[in-house]
């Protein structure tokens, strides 16, 4: 596993020089919480035909922000970002809430639950 | 005049459907113009309970929980990736078991899916038959693990179980019955009109579609597009008891279903395989210690790529467990493939994708 | 007539409330030709407004709960509840969880539990065939003509209708005796 970091202003310019979609394959958006105040957003990619090749690129911000949409590099990823709303209750550019919980729900499940 | 679209909601409780799920399609006339769908029904969340509730060496067990097809995936997933962080190894036999239920699990779960297809083209007696074969196989995991669905039977370290001579023997005439079985779908996948032709051409994913949105499983593998998870990790001693990637090219129904059926056989194979060449050794090691640090496994679930991510941070408690399951990332693929389909084919499409809902929303 | 077929053939309605698969496809392995629950005249229906027994799987989610009971107002008296798998009893191991509802008796009343992690057929069949006797006498309790009224009694020399309505389950409690 390889992690890169990188920014949020810059990622969407990274991932698009990165992501080839015949070599390289989108598994998911992750958001891990560090604290209460922090969040760590990872891009996950694997390399198809190559054993256990994961790149991960990350990026580290308070849950304030807007996270870009990569959904018109990479379609798949606007499921996982509609997921990644729910979850964490952090605002991803183009999607909403209601992909598991009530568009009202005011539940953040996974926001701070880690200590 | 003006477009005029209907729209048809399809669920959320549905006889061709085992699990709530709710789409809702845009209709012009009788072709699909849009899609919509609604997946969030079976949200419980078990990613938060993984962290909260349980502690690392049960949460193998709970994971399991998120789906009884495939139950054994899941718990491998997941006890890779503790054992990973705990720096443990598993010994060539315990790896070997492990390889033989969750081929049998694949093998079951393609024939649910088979008859599940049989069943929503309106052949029903091919989908009672394809159930009462699939008996043989439930048969052999019962006395391995000792349930028929939640098996319960990987733990960290190793398995809970070992396998007899005489149960070696059993699993190889039920799987000699299971072949020959399945040479006879085969025929009439091929050959019956209302299994073959009628499928043809319908629900087909290009492989330039594959690419783009990222299919996984036998959705791409149905497209021509070569990913397989069994060919790209190295923890499953998969090259040693001859896998082969299962290939198709049209994307279609039809494609889908032969690659499931080619699967099957393979499998068997590979269970015939494991079972005669067993290693010697232990089942168990004991492994002390407490997760420290992320990693991330896959596998290949029946339905397709499966993925862990597990932070532990030295305590009991885990940090972050994500579980990425194969339909949720298969989800805009799906509504890419209804587009411009008839609406009644759209029941037979969706039980070609074999989608796991329970699996999709944790 | 009537009576005698709907103890023939029960038609069951079979809703996922949130459960792994493992319930539900046990419950399809019954119907399958192994264990062949067809033979007790069970044909699995999708239509709440044919059925008679409602197997519910799955300890009920935020979002099935509405569904859940909406379908059991569907369906037609008498009905019969069954439970199937140790979540949709009490909760199981998805108790607790913030989007669970720790099993289906807080929303609608149940007749048979029926235990197990995933639920053997064995014990699916017996809970079906308990259902079907839970069923009849249901049957019998509705058919059973009920007195409203109970003697006039007269209050110098006015009838007070007050006293001679039945209270709520008296009438029952004069049936069993």
């Not at chain 2, 006395?143 to 070696?168: H, K």
């Not at chain 2, 036998?218 to 896998?243: C, H, W």
């Not at chain 2, 269970?271 to 060449?277: D, M």
């Amino acid at each position: 596993m390889q992690k890169i970091q990188s920014s949020l202003e810059k990622i969407r310019e990274e991932i698009e020089g990165f992501y080839d979609q015949k070599s390289w394959h989108f598994l998911t958006l992750n958001g891990v919480a560090l604290s209460n105040e922090k969040l760590e957003v990872q891009w996950i990619f694997s390399k198809y035909a190559t054993p256990d090749e994961v790149v991960v690129y990350y990026i580290e911000v308070p849950y304030d922000v807007e996270i870009p949409s990569i959904a018109d590099i990479i379609p798949s990823a606007i499921i996982s970002q509609r997921e990644l709303v729910d979850m964490f209750g952090i605002a991803v550019e183009g999607s909403t809430k209601g992909l598991y919980l009530d568009e009202d729900s005011m539940q953040t499940p996974l926001k701070g639950c880690q200590i | 005049m003006s477009r005029k679209t209907i729209n048809i909601p399809l669920g959320a409780q549905h006889i061709s459907l085992l699990e709530p799920v709710r789409f809702k399609f845009e209709c012009e006339n009788e072709k699909i113009v849009g899609v919509d769908s609604d997946v969030g029904f079976v949200h419980r969340g078990v990613e938060r309970a993984c962290t909260t509730k349980f502690k690392f060496d049960a949460v193998g067990y709970v994971v399991a929980r998120i789906c009884g097809l495939c139950a054994i995936t899941h718990s491998l997933a997941y006890t890779v990736a503790a054992e990973n962080l705990l720096g443990a190894q598993v010994t060539a036999k315990a790896a070997y078991l492990r390889t033989l239920l969750l081929e049998l699990d694949r093998i079951h779960s393609h024939m649910l899916c088979l008859s599940h297809t049989c069943e929503n083209a309106g052949f029903e007696a091919m989908f009672m038959q394809i159930m009462g074969d699939r008996e043989l196989v439930m048969e052999i995991q019962e006395l391995i693990s000792g349930n028929r669905v939640q098996f319960d039977y990987i733990c960290i370290g190793g398995v809970n179980r070992d396998i007899t001579a005489e149960l070696g023997k059993k699993i190889l005439e039920n799987l000699t019955l299971v072949e020959k079985k399945v040479r006879e779908y085969k025929d009439e996948f091929l050959n019956n009109w209302s299994l073959s032709l009628k499928f043809r051409g319908v629900g087909a994913l290009s492989l330039e579609d594959a690419y783009r949105f990222n299919a996984i499983g036998p959705l791409a593998r149905a497209a021509g597009l070569q990913t397989d998870v069994r060919n790209e990790m190295s923890y499953l001693p998969y090259k040693e008891i001859g896998f082969v990637m299962q290939m198709q090219e049209s994307g279609d129904i039809h494609a889908r279903n032969m690659v499931r059926l080619d699967e099957i056989q393979n499998s068997i194979e590979m269970c015939r395989n494991i079972v005669n060449g067993l290693p010697e050794g232990e089942i168990i090691t004991k492994i002390k210690g407490k997760p420290q640090g992320e990693t991330i496994v896959r596998y290949e679930a029946p339905r397709g790529e499966l993925m862990y991510y597990v932070k532990g941070n030295g305590s009991a408690m885990l940090d972050r467990v994500r579980i990425k399951t194969p339909t949720f990332s298969s989800i805009p693929a799906f509504s890419e493939i209804f587009l411009g389909q008839e609406y009644a084919d759209a029941p037979a499409i969706l039980a070609s994708f074999d989608p796991c809902l329970s699996c999709t929303a944790k | 007539m009537f009576r005698k077929f709907r103890k023939k053939s029960p038609w069951i309605l079979h809703y996922n409330a949130g459960s792994c698969n493992g319930c539900d496809i046990e419950i399809l392995a019954c119907i399958s030709p192994k264990y062949d629950l067809e033979r007790f005249g069970v044909i699995n229906t999708g239509n709440p407004k044919q059925s008679d027994i409602f197997l519910v799987t799955g300890p009920v989610t935020f979002r099935s709960r509405e569904r859940l009971v909406e379908l059991y107002t569907q369906m037609p008296e008498p009905k019969v509840v069954v439970a199937v798998g140790s979540c949709t009893c009490t909760g199981g191991v998805f108790r607790d969880m913030y989007n669970v509802e720790d099993g289906i008796d807080r929303y609608i009343p149940v007749d048979v539990y029926v235990p197990g992690c995933a639920a053997s057929p064995e014990l699916i069949i017996d809970g079906v065939v308990k259902a079907l006797e839970v069923l009849e006498k249901k049957t019998k309790a509705m058919e059973k003509p009920r007195k409203l009224f109970s003697e006039a009694t007269t209050k110098e020399g006015i009838v007070d209708r007050r006293e001679c309505a039945q209270k709520v389950g008296e009438a029952d409690a004069k049936d069993t005796e």
